[in-house]
Structure formats: structure tokens, C-alpha cells
């Protein structure tokens, strides 16, 4: 025997909970009874407003995403339409789909371009090594003559470079031809050469047993990206290079169209510092 009188009536505790007459039900043992509104059982017996099946009982996970949870809370209800902010999506509301997707493709390809062409204007160029002014620093294609690589090199020119320093000697640039070089060098468009003086310098070619060296200022000029067999053969100058203007000669010096045949190349001219070589691959480097 439990020690508990079946027969005693039972006794209410005091949580107001009716209990065993030997005393209180431990929480785990109380039984579960549905309530009224007025803290009363209800009198037919069903459990008042609270759900007694589990369709009836509201999902509450603990992210707060399911239907009854705080982020539930002013999330638009099924079916309606989301506004994008896609200006796209907003120009073409209502359009049917596949007129939606064409116009999204058209916009994608014409945005592309225009980033490109802008990059290409402002930013960097590519070009092509056509002749052999540039022998060996720059290669050109063979069967031209001179040139000794099976490609040409094409080379990434710098263009807003000069418009945040000036040019400096030495360095690689592509220009625009003054007119004088379509007439002397029967060629125009855009030429690569060195520069080799700076405005306002004195330029001049002088032969040291045979060979041509270059003199700025009345000193020669220290050109260890120059091979010996490259040097010309012929004296020149001297003359003053403009103060807006640049000095070019090509590393080929026998067989460059420069600065000596058809003068020098103003400011507004210059395009670009050459940086690097991108083709072909063998070629691959950085100025």
C-alpha cells in the first residue's frame, strides 16, 4: 500500500489545485486541465479559447522567421509583388517576361562596352609593334624588315600618366605623329619611341670611332637600354628641343624615323607611358 486512502475525497491545496488528501502534486505530476476565461473549468467540458489539436497551435521557431514569430511582424503578405530597386525592373514593369530579359541582356552588353571604351580612352590602351624603330627592346613580326620575332609584341600604354606628372627621359611613350612625320617617315598615326631630350635641352648626335652617341647639354647620355650595333652611324645636331616639346629617337637608331628627321613632339601629342608587354606570352612583362 501507498499509504494514501483511495477513499478520502481529495483536498484543495494551496495553489488552489486539487490534490490527494496526503498532500500537494510535485510539478511534474500536475495534471494538465484546460481553463475558462474566468479561471474557471467550463462548464461543457472543452478546453475554452486555447487549441487542443497540433493544427490549431501557431509555429513560433527560434529564429522568430516561422509565421508566428517577431520577424513574421510586417513582412508583406503572400502574393504581393516585391518593388525592386533595379531601375531596369522598374522601366520594364508590365512588359512581358521575355521583352524583360531581352532589355536586360541589351543593357548588360551596352554597359560592358562603354566601360570598355572608357577604360580604353582614359585609362589604358593597347598597341601593336608594327615596325622595327624599337629592335630589340620591342620586336615586330617578321618578314618586315627588321624585325626578328615570329609575333609582334603588344605592349599597354598608360594614359592619364602624363596628366598627373610630367614625362621623364628615358621612358617608352606612344604619340601622335606631328604632321612633319607623314611627310618625311611616309607614315602617320600613332608611333612608340624613347624620349631622350626634355625641353628646353640641347640635343645633339656626336661619332666616337664610328659609332653615333647622344649629347644633352653638352654630356653624353648613358643609354645601357641601347645595343652598340644599334647606334647610328651619323652625326646630328645640335638643336634645342622646344619648351613644350620632347626629343624621340627609337633603341634602332640605323633604322628609326625620330625625332632627327622631323623634329620634336609637342606636350598635347604624347598619349601614353608603354608599362607593359602583354603579347606574346614569352614577351610577358612589366616597364
Given at each position: 500500500?501507498?499509504?494514501?486512502?483511495?477513499?478520502?475525497?481529495?483536498?484543495?491545496?494551496?495553489?488552489?489545485?486539487?490534490?490527494?488528501?496526503?498532500?500537494?502534486?510535485?510539478?511534474?505530476?500536475?495534471?494538465?486541465?484546460?481553463?475558462?476565461?474566468?479561471?474557471?473549468?467550463?462548464?461543457?467540458?472543452?478546453?475554452?479559447?486555447?487549441?487542443?489539436?497540433?493544427?490549431?497551435?501557431?509555429?513560433?521557431?527560434?529564429?522568430?522567421?516561422g509565421p508566428g514569430g517577431p520577424a513574421a511582424?510586417?513582412?508583406?503578405?503572400?502574393?504581393?509583388?516585391?518593388?525592386?530597386?533595379?531601375?531596369?525592373?522598374?522601366?520594364?514593369?508590365?512588359?512581358?517576361?521575355?521583352?524583360?530579359?531581352?532589355?536586360?541582356?541589351?543593357?548588360?552588353?551596352?554597359?560592358?562596352?562603354?566601360?570598355?571604351?572608357?577604360v580604353k580612352a582614359y585609362v589604358v590602351n593597347?598597341?601593336?609593334?608594327?615596325?622595327?624603330?624599337?629592335?630589340?627592346?620591342?620586336?615586330?613580326?617578321?618578314?618586315?624588315?627588321?624585325?626578328?620575332?615570329?609575333?609582334?609584341?603588344?605592349?599597354?600604354?598608360?594614359?592619364?600618366?602624363?596628366?598627373?606628372?610630367?614625362?621623364?627621359?628615358?621612358?617608352?611613350?606612344?604619340?601622335?605623329?606631328?604632321?612633319?612625320?607623314?611627310?618625311?617617315?611616309?607614315?602617320?598615326?600613332?608611333?612608340?619611341?624613347?624620349?631622350?631630350?626634355?625641353?628646353?635641352?640641347?640635343?645633339?648626335?656626336?661619332?666616337?670611332?664610328?659609332?653615333?652617341?647622344?649629347?644633352?647639354?653638352?654630356?653624353?647620355?648613358?643609354?645601357?637600354?641601347?645595343?652598340?650595333?644599334?647606334?647610328?652611324?651619323?652625326?646630328?645636331?645640335?638643336?634645342?628641343?622646344?619648351?613644350?616639346?620632347?626629343?624621340?629617337?627609337?633603341?634602332?637608331?640605323?633604322?628609326?624615323?625620330?625625332?632627327?628627321?622631323?623634329?620634336?613632339?609637342?606636350?598635347?601629342?604624347?598619349?601614353?607611358?608603354?608599362?607593359?608587354?602583354?603579347?606574346?606570352?614569352?614577351?610577358?612583362?612589366?616597364?
Amino acid at each position: 500500500m501507498s499509504g494514501i486512502d483511495e477513499r478520502d475525497p481529495p483536498r484543495r491545496t494551496d495553489d488552489g489545485h486539487d490534490g490527494p488528501a496526503g498532500g500537494t502534486f510535485a510539478p511534474a505530476e500536475r495534471p494538465l486541465e484546460p481553463w475558462g476565461a474566468d479561471g474557471e473549468p467550463p462548464e461543457d467540458g472543452r478546453a475554452g479559447d486555447w487549441p487542443t489539436t497540433p493544427a490549431e497551435i501557431p509555429l513560433v521557431d527560434d529564429t522568430g522567421l516561422g509565421p508566428g514569430g517577431p520577424a513574421a511582424e510586417g513582412r508583406p503578405e503572400a502574393g504581393a509583388r516585391r518593388h525592386s530597386r533595379n531601375p531596369v525592373d522598374r522601366l520594364t514593369r508590365g512588359l512581358p517576361d521575355p521583352i524583360r530579359v531581352v532589355v536586360d541582356w541589351l543593357v548588360t552588353i551596352v554597359g560592358a562596352v562603354a566601360i570598355v571604351l572608357l577604360v580604353k580612352a582614359y585609362v589604358v590602351n593597347p598597341y601593336r609593334i608594327p615596325s622595327s624603330s624599337m629592335e630589340p627592346t620591342l620586336h615586330c613580326a617578321q618578314p618586315a624588315s627588321g624585325c626578328e620575332a615570329r609575333f609582334s609584341d603588344r605592349v599597354l600604354a598608360n594614359r592619364f600618366i602624363f596628366h598627373i606628372r610630367d614625362p621623364r627621359r628615358g621612358e617608352i611613350v606612344v604619340f601622335a605623329t606631328p604632321d612633319a612625320a607623314r611627310v618625311k617617315c611616309g607614315a602617320g598615326g600613332t608611333f612608340v619611341k624613347r624620349i631622350v631630350g626634355l625641353p628646353g635641352e640641347t640635343v645633339e648626335v656626336r661619332l666616337e670611332r664610328g659609332e653615333g652617341y647622344v649629347f644633352v647639354n653638352g654630356r653624353k647620355l648613358d643609354e645601357p637600354y641601347l645595343d652598340a650595333d644599334r647606334r647610328s652611324g651619323e652625326e646630328f645636331g645640335p638643336v634645342k628641343v622646344p619648351e613644350s616639346g620632347y626629343f624621340m629617337m627609337g633603341d634602332n637608331r640605323s633604322q628609326s624615323c625620330d625625332s632627327r628627321e622631323w623634329g620634336s613632339v609637342p606636350r598635347d601629342n604624347l598619349i601614353g607611358k608603354v608599362f607593359a608587354t602583354y603579347w606574346p606570352p614569352n614577351r610577358i612583362s612589366v616597364r
